[in-house]
């Protein structure tokens, strides 16, 4: 195992890696390592708040991705390590970039995506 490997296993959530094995049917779970990152938990957690509608937290999360991620030209997707956060910490990305942002909010509170 190298120090990557090790890093992201010593950050599993086995809870997420089992919901998101469960959207990737066709990938061997055991290879879902499911690692959560925290900048994002914390966007995510703050977005919902007390909400416990779905639908509605989802309206949050979009909303943001679509507000506050300013729509512009981003760099080759090859040299950004995390597009998810990259949106989410630097507030802008493409609709690619947004797109990643939203779906990745909504795995982090459990809503498929």
């Known amino acids: 195992m190298t120090d990557i490997q090790k890093l992201l296993f010593d950050r599993q959530d086995p809870a ?3 919901f998101q094995s469960k ?22 957690k703050e977005l919902a ?36 956060e990259y949106a989410a ?4 990305g493409d609709c690619g970039i947004q797109s990643l942002c939203f779906i990745t909010l909504c795995r982090i509170a459990g809503i498929p995506a």
């Open 89 to 92: 910490i630097n507030q802008k």
């Open 23 to 44: 959207l990737m049917p066709t990938v061997d779970p055991e290879t879902v390592i499911g690692v959560r990152t925290p900048a994002l938990r914390k966007l995510a």
């Open 49 to 84: 708040g007390d909400e416990t509608d779905p639908v509605r937290i989802a309206r949050r999360f979009y909303d943001y991705c679509t507000t506050k991620v300013t729509y512009t030209f981003v760099r080759s997707y090859l040299t950004i390590e995390n597009g998810s």
């Open 16 to 18: 997420y890696q089992a």
